[in-house]
């Protein structure tokens, strides 16, 4: 099993919906990350949690909540999704300074 | 400046070439550096770490100028296998404030 799981793998919606997007990791981290990822524009952090009681925002938050409901749990929301918000979402968990992060298999969102 | 900067490529070469890949970034008291390797359609995941005294992984080489704010990734004897997408990453703050950056990455082909 990987050490990180995303759901779901791939997801179409429709502008306008609520849409959660799921991480679970089994590595026992503290620390979990949200990032988008679009052609040309490279990794993007969206929300960074560094432990259950700590959220804070990241490059691009506008648009996104997250909910930490446990050291191995992370989601993230679109509240009400747009098509700009299409995108290859990553999950990741990492200890803590200058150690490896380590990355879900990633989220293909399509918002129509 | 962007604060790490890459050169997308694509870079193609012949197997068994010798081929450099060379990152800026523009925070000069950056902590942590890495090079991460990605392949299409998948999840980023650790190359290696950079280290200011420089360091050599197998057929990979990784090194640091501090005072020229300069990353490179040498790769000797290309394989197939290493055709991918090379991320250069800094953390500018040693894992405190969680926001590793990521270049947009230089894509590489290995051709028989």
């Known amino acids: 099993d990987a050490d990180v799981t995303q759901t779901p793998r791939n997801r179409i919606t429709k502008t306008g919906k609520r849409i959660m997007l799921e991480c679970s990791q089994t590595k026992g981290h503290d620390r979990m990350y949200w990032y988008r990822q679009d052609p040309g524009l490279g990794l993007r952090l969206i929300y960074y949690?560094?432990?259950?009681?700590?959220?804070n925002k990241g490059e691009i938050s506008d648009g996104y909540s997250v909910s930490r409901q446990a050291q191995a749990k992370f989601s993230l929301s679109l509240e009400s999704a747009i098509p700009n918000q299409t995108a290859l979402y990553f999950c990741a968990t990492s200890a803590p300074t200058g150690t490896e992060a380590f990355f879900g298999q990633g989220t293909r969102l399509t918002v129509v | 400046r962007k604060e790490v900067e890459q050169n997308p490529g694509p870079f193609n070469v012949p197997e068994g070439a010798t081929v450099a890949f060379n990152c800026t970034y523009s925070n000069s008291a950056s902590q942590s550096f890495f090079w991460y390797r990605q392949d299409c359609r998948k999840e980023p995941k650790l190359l290696m770490s950079v280290y200011s005294s420089g360091n050599e992984d197998g057929r990979f080489t990784a090194q640091l100028n501090r005072a020229s704010q300069y990353i490179s990734l040498l790769i000797r004897d290309s394989k197939l296998s290493d055709s991918a997408t090379y991320l250069c990453?800094?953390?500018?703050?040693?894992?405190?404030?969680?926001?590793?950056?990521f270049g947009k990455g230089t894509k590489l082909s290995v051709k028989p």
């Open positions: 949690s560094f432990d259950v009681k700590d959220i």
């Open positions: 990453v800094v953390d500018p703050y040693g894992g405190s404030q969680g926001n590793l950056i």
